[in-house]
């Protein structure tokens, strides 16, 4: 029996690796014989750095920073490659898990933390930088790195725009003080979700409410990001609305993607190929992934849906476990997942990492109590 431990990050409990050790130790509690190999994934969100770590060599980077509200914080981000690429993880200074949601307002929260990371790995030489867009808590799009990158964001009385999210009044921007255009960078941008940057897929309507936003100003910030939109595409002649993926991170990627000209993939399946996990898997291999929560948004390219699809052509068997699964989405996920666990009865309490641990511990005994089951039986 071939298992491979692929959780993503539980989100705001655990992180992908650590989730990966607590599955294979429930694994063990019951079948001391069990063969298993631990591969975690992430998909450009919470955990993705945590994730670069396990599988690469790297220099880690901490200085100073600031949140998506400005306060002080210690950021982090890695050199790799013997000092060519830097990846920077967006939640990692911008990220919900960085600010009490109370505090997050998003006429003010923005990027600029975000910035101070890509400006820092710029200064130290290297090559090319990979940017992990997701577990954002703006919605900015990437504006607040773009002035930490030396753009001048002005309203309509022609009024430098600081310490605010400048969507909000931008009506003119100011791109000769760019540090962009005086390097030879290659940026790639790693997207959590597929998701379009306004509609009703877009990322104010899906992700807003959970960064904080009300559903009176769902309307005013799509509106904003339309008028950015607008201010983009006369700049760079680039229809920014268009991209595939663009709403990742509060629509981030989009506009980073046209500013920076960089390339956009989905952080998942990058990181599938970089480990080449295929080599990993054989005939009847058992897959066990999941998340915090399984629900409609896990088919937006969400790492275990992703995961999945990519081993698509792979005779394998798939188990979910899911901190929450929204039952509603069951009949839909179960087009994935050939099995699916949930480690709490309970889609809306959060809950303690000491509680999320037991939780997944007895979940994962469960799964190995079945899969012993299933080898006495053959």
Request: glycine share 8%; proline share 2%; hydrophobic share 40%.
């Amino acid at each position: 029996m071939d298992i491979l431990i692929s959780p993503n990050s539980f989100k705001g409990t655990l992180s992908s690796v650590e989730a990966s050790n607590i599955i294979a130790e429930g694994l063990l509690k019951i079948d001391q014989n069990i063969k298993f190999k631990k591969l975690p994934i992430a998909d450009g969100g919470d955990g993705t750095l945590e994730l670069f770590k396990f599988y690469f060599d790297y220099e880690s980077v901490k200085e100073e920073s600031v949140n998506s509200i400005g306060e002080k914080i210690e950021s982090e981000y890695l050199i790799l490659d013997d000092g060519k690429t830097a990846f920077i993880e967006y939640a990692n200074t911008c990220g919900l898990s960085r600010v009490e949601l109370r505090k997050n307002n998003l006429n003010l929260s923005n990027s600029y933390g975000f910035g101070l990371q890509i400006k820092s790995a710029i200064k130290k030489g290297v090559k090319n930088i990979i940017l992990g867009l997701g577990g954002s808590a703006t919605i900015d799009g990437g504006c607040g790195a773009m002035m930490a990158l030396g753009i001048n964001f002005y309203d309509r009385n022609e009024c430098i725009l600081e310490n605010i999210n400048p969507i909000v009044s931008v009506d003119k921007i100011d791109i000769s003080n760019s540090i962009i255009d005086n390097t030879k960078l290659n940026f790639t941008l790693l997207t959590d979700v597929d998701n379009y940057i306004i509609g009703d897929q877009g990322c104010v309507k899906v992700y807003g409410k959970q960064k904080g936003l009300k559903n009176s100003e769902i309307p005013k910030f799509e509106s904003y990001l339309k008028n950015l939109s607008q201010i983009f595409d006369s700049l760079f002649n680039k229809n920014v609305l268009k991209i595939k993926s663009g709403g990742a991170a509060g629509g981030a990627a989009g506009f980073l993607k046209i500013f920076l000209n960089a390339k956009l993939d989905y952080g998942s399946k990058f990181i599938f190929k970089k480990i080449n996990y295929t080599k990993y898997v054989k005939p009847g291999s058992i897959i066990i992934t999941g998340e915090g929560r399984l629900d409609d948004q896990t088919i937006n390219m969400k790492a275990p849906y992703s995961l999945i699809s990519f081993l698509d052509n792979k005779n394998f068997f798939s188990v979910a476990i899911g901190g929450s699964v929204e039952y509603k989405s069951l009949k839909l996920l179960l087009n994935t997942f050939d099995l699916i666990f949930s480690t709490s009865d309970d889609i809306n309490t959060s809950i303690k990492k000491d509680e999320a641990i037991k939780n997944l511990m007895k979940t994962s005994m469960d799964i190995s109590k079945l899969l012993n089951f299933k080898k006495k039986i053959n």
